[in-house]
């Protein structure tokens, strides 16, 4: 992977528990952990009709990013690229040599 094909501006997202200082209750929000340029790469769409006839639309994307300190995407965490919201589900550290990693995920277009 060659440094130049990292052209997309994108941020990992991960879920965190915030607490409301109003009512004490815990909230789940998404919240920026990381934003680096990676190559984001789309590589298969799939529509389908469910049984109500509502059109289904998900795209499966790759995404190649440089690994470094502190940095550890993980399946439970997400990808902003823009409005785009992608689902990771799996990372893989390249030949385990914390310097990159190549992450596949999905886009569910009916959100």
Request: aromatic share 10%; glycine share 8%; proline share 4%.
């Amino acid at each position: 992977m060659k440094i130049g094909k990292l052209r997309t501006s994108v941020q990992f997202q991960r879920r965190t528990l915030v607490q409301d200082p109003a009512t004490g209750s815990s909230q789940p929000t998404w919240v920026t952990y990381e934003t680096c340029f990676a190559d984001v790469r789309g590589i298969r769409g799939q529509e389908n009709l469910d049984g109500t006839n509502k059109l289904n639309a998900i795209v499966t994307h790759r995404v190649y990013a440089r690994a470094h300190s502190g940095f550890e995407p993980k399946p439970e965490d997400r990808i902003l690229q823009g409005s785009k919201v992608i689902e990771i589900t799996s990372v893989v550290d390249i030949e385990e040599r914390d310097f990159w990693f190549e992450i596949l995920g999905f886009e569910d277009l009916n959100q």
